[in-house]
């Protein structure tokens, strides 16, 4: 009943930037925390970024001064705008939310199908 689609991956040269998007749908009560993750090839998935409702954000310290996580609450949406991109950046994102479901009374964690993000030196 939720669905997160995820947009704005592809292929990008070392130092250029990507936007990625993702905008969740379906009978949302309330959406908390919302972040980006990521999983490159023989790696763990790792949390790049996240969000909460009010806009604190954090952020993995090797996307730092790079990277910047935002949400725009009308449209249950969050973004990861990566600049100064570095082929290490190459990996799968996958975005999450934190939702209270209309029918639901409790709060549960979402997943997008992930996105490929690939930087060439």
């Known amino acids: 009943q939720v669905q997160l689609v995820e947009s704005g991956g592809g292929l990008v040269q070392a130092g250029g930037s990507l936007r990625l998007s993702c905008a969740a749908s379906?009978?949302?009560?309330?959406?908390?925390?919302m972040g980006w993750y990521r999983q490159a090839p023989g790696k763990q998935r790792e949390l790049v970024a996240g969000?909460?409702?009010?806009?604190?954000?954090d952020y993995a310290d090797s996307v730092k001064g790079r990277f910047t996580i935002s949400r725009d609450n009308a449209k249950n949406t969050v973004y990861l705008q990566m600049n100064s991109l570095k082929p290490e950046d190459t990996a799968v994102y996958y975005c999450?939310?934190?939702?209270?479901?209309?029918?639901?009374?409790?709060?549960?964690?979402?997943w997008g199908q992930g996105t490929q993000v690939t930087v060439s030196s």
């Open positions: 969000i909460t409702s009010g806009g604190s954000t």
């Open positions: 379906g009978s949302i009560f309330s959406i908390n925390t």
């Open positions: 999450n939310a934190n939702i209270r479901m209309i029918e639901i009374p409790t709060i549960r964690g979402y």
